[in-house]
């Protein structure tokens, strides 16, 4: 029996574990072709969706992502924008997190859902927990409500669990459950049902999409130690063209005040380097009035970055500095909550 599919989806393949099969011959990894997909997932021709491929060469290992590769991928959403109803990614999981926290910047009244997926196990594999995160990332790409998407956001889809794309962060390299989203709850959970958690889904605007294609990678991280030299902090300081730092501090954005250490970041400060506070921690905020080694900080002008990933800031830090923001109007957009990234 056949029923008439309703919703349409458009599958983006980017590469990444999830799209590999096991050369029979060989037994070499290698990547899959759509042609072969339903090979290994013959549901999706039960599907009630209309689903449709595109692959966005070349595939990438995402250890291999890059900005250029974040604008191809925010051109093919935008161009194909009105003809689907959502978007599933294959993606590696490696810089999943990057490139969701990307895309939720680069796409600018976003109202249909962006949905990442991949896997820890190729889907060639018996095990593999690609086909449950595939189908799930499916039915959540294609869920709506009267005629209006239930996730309308750029969301990552993995065991079972339903994050918001620029809350993430990967934090095991083989358990099925790889992601933690440490300040912000779940959009939905997978279970016999999928419980979507309305109040921590963003609410369309039903405004035009607009796809930002500037970003600019002038950035560092520089993650603080026990120990760390002062050549380290200026070599990372002084790199020509430097625009901006994410400073990753201890606790509630706390650094060594040390005077050497003050003194440089001072320094760079008054040379227009932009510098933003996140925490090491994976869950809480920077609160730099909370301890004296937070309040150095702040008088010689760091910006809080309140309970950001380093994921999103790295981002956010792109698009902003790729959209031409500077001095005071970068610093309040850095602390202004624009996709749901930060909780102020
Ligand atoms: N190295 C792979 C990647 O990120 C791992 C994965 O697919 O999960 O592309």
């Known amino acids: 029996m056949t029923s008439e599919k309703t919703t349409s989806i458009l599958v983006i393949y980017t590469g990444g574990t999830i799209g590999m099969v096991q050369s029979p011959k060989t037994g070499a990894l290698a990547p899959l072709t759509f042609k072969n997909l339903y090979r290994y997932l013959p549901m999706l021709e039960n599907f009630h969706c209309k689903i449709d491929f595109y692959t966005l060469k070349p595939l990438l290992d995402s250890s291999n992502m890059t900005p250029v590769f974040w604008i191809k991928l925010a051109e093919v959403i935008g161009e194909k924008y009105e003809s689907y109803d959502g978007f599933v990614v294959l993606h590696g999981s490696d810089t999943m997190a990057y490139t969701a926290s990307a895309l939720s910047f680069m796409l600018e009244?976003?109202?249909?859902?962006?949905?990442?997926?991949?896997?820890?196990?190729?889907?060639?594999?018996?095990?593999?927990?690609?086909?449950?995160?595939?189908?799930?990332?499916?039915?959540?790409?294609?869920?709506?409500?009267?005629?209006?998407?239930?996730?309308?956001e750029v969301a990552i889809c993995f065991e079972n669990k339903l994050y918001r794309g620029n809350r993430t962060t990967k934090i095991n390299a083989e358990h099925f459950g790889a992601f933690l989203s440490g300040n912000y709850p779940l959009l939905a959970e997978v279970g016999v049902y999928i419980r979507y958690h309305q109040e921590a889904i963003q609410k369309p605007n039903f405004r035009k999409i607009k796809v930002h294609r500037e970003l600019d990678d002038n950035i560092a991280i520089l993650q603080l130690f026990p120990g760390i030299n002062p050549q380290v902090v200026s070599g990372t300081l002084d790199i020509p063209g430097l625009k901006a730092v994410i400073l990753e501090t201890f606790g509630a954005g706390n650094a060594p005040t040390t005077p050497w250490f003050i003194h440089h970041l001072k320094e760079a400060i008054h040379r227009g380097i932009v510098i933003l506070n996140v925490t090491q921690c994976k869950g809480g905020t920077v609160d730099m009035d909370k301890y004296e080694t937070g309040v150095e900080l702040e008088k010689i002008g760091v910006i809080g970055g309140y309970d950001i990933t380093t994921e999103s800031a790295v981002t956010k830090m792109m698009y902003l500095l790729g959209s031409g923001y500077r001095g005071k109007e970068l610093e309040k957009l850095l602390q202004t909550n624009l996709r749901g990234e930060i909780t102020v």
Not at 114 to 127: C, D, H, K, Y
């Open 109 to 152: 009244n976003l109202n249909k859902p962006v949905i990442f997926t991949g896997s820890q196990l190729p889907i060639g594999m018996v095990r593999t927990d690609g086909r449950e995160n595939f189908i799930n990332a499916i039915e959540i790409a294609s869920a709506m409500t009267d005629e209006t998407p239930i996730v309308p």
